[in-house]
């Protein structure tokens, strides 16, 4: 095996351990300057960057990046036309070779590279979903010609840093979407619950807490006992399980409760059965309005109209 292969194949391995990194890392950061130095040491440069473009799409920040001056790397910024390296590489959206930055006629060597005494150099764009996240590139202060294969390198380091950046922006919309969610749920003003399959609450809302006469949520999880004594009849927590287990939902199932003080309630809930692929029960879930008022009422209108109900057992009302 000749020193060029071997040299190509420590390239290969570099590149291998670096996507294994990151499928599992969550440290973006991290991950970028490990690439870069992976991308120095691979193709034996002195600098190498990682160039994000900002919103604006007017400049690229220096977001990591191993042989550049101290300080630079996050706040040093460089420019997105097509007049200079980084900006001609997102403008051709292909990789780019620079033999020597004092003739190129492309486009202009940035202050960045200028001031670090480049001269050779390549670079290629790390894309985004809905649109290029930035360039990777490797810069060398010697003379040199870049091989197929070096850009072959940078393209693969370029496209592992793309995947985790993609996989990033959707874990952060899948969060904030749970955090929204969460959100939502927690100050809803009807009663949120998810119940494991034996009934007992994985996840229960303020409103729950309330209803069930606690201060908090904390709190009623702490006495969940109580909380599972919450039907006035123990055999109505049967037959709604029941009866939702059979019909898979239920809308407006009224039962009759009591709250921690031992108070009753009346209480309206629509709820569903969430199943695996399998068919097993996974957890029920829904939505409780507390309708005690409403049943007092009709109670109170109910024995009203009794009271008032003329009796006719007597004769004749003449």
């Known amino acids: 095996m000749t020193d060029e292969v071997r040299y190509r194949l420590r390239q290969q391995v570099a590149v291998a351990e670096l996507g ?8 973006l950061d991290r991950l970028m300057n490990e690439a870069t130095a992976l991308v120095a040491m691979g193709l034996n440069v002195e600098l190498c960057k990682v160039l994000e473009l900002l919103p604006d799409g007017k400049a690229l920040l220096l977001k990591a990046g191993v042989g550049w001056k101290e300080g630079l790397v996050g706040n040093v910024t460089v420019g997105a036309g097509a ?5 001609y590489t997102l403008d051709t959206n292909e990789p780019v070779i620079v033999e020597d930055l004092r003739s190129e006629e492309r486009f202009h060597g940035p202050p960045l590279l200028v001031e670090h005494e480049v001269v050779s150099g390549l670079s290629t764009i790390i894309t985004g979903k809905e649109r290029q996240y930035g360039v990777l590139g490797a810069h060398t202060r010697s003379k040199r010609v870049f091989t197929s294969d070096d850009v072959n390198l940078l393209v693969a380091v370029a496209n592992i840093l793309a995947a985790a950046v993609e996989r990033t922006r959707m874990e952060n919309e899948l969060k904030d979407a749970e955090e929204r969610y969460r959100s939502i749920i927690e100050n809803a003003a009807e009663g949120f619950f998810q119940n494991a ?3 007992r609450p994985l996840i229960i809302n303020s409103a729950i807490a309330r209803m069930a006469g606690f201060d908090s949520v904390e709190e009623a999880m702490a006495n969940i006992d109580t909380v599972l004594s919450f039907y006035q009849d123990p055999s109505q ?3 709604f399980i029941g009866e939702l287990y059979k019909k898979g939902e239920v809308k407006g199932y009224e039962m009759q409760a009591r709250r921690r003080d031992g108070s009753p309630a ?3 809930v629509n709820a569903r059965v969430v199943r695996g692929n399998d068919g097993e029960v996974l957890y029920y879930e829904g939505f409780v309005e507390d309708v005690t008022k409403r049943r007092e009422y009709e109670d109170a209108l109910r024995d009203s109209e009794e009271l008032n109900r003329p009796d006719f057992s007597g004769g004749s009302i003449f």
Not at 20 to 27: E, F, I, N, P, Y
């Open 20 to 27: 294994q990194r990151a499928l599992v890392s969550t440290d």
């Open 83 to 87: 007049d200079s390296q980084a900006g």
């Open 266 to 268: 009346w209480f309206s």
């Open 197 to 199: 399959p034996d009934g």
């Open 237 to 239: 927590r049967e037959a």
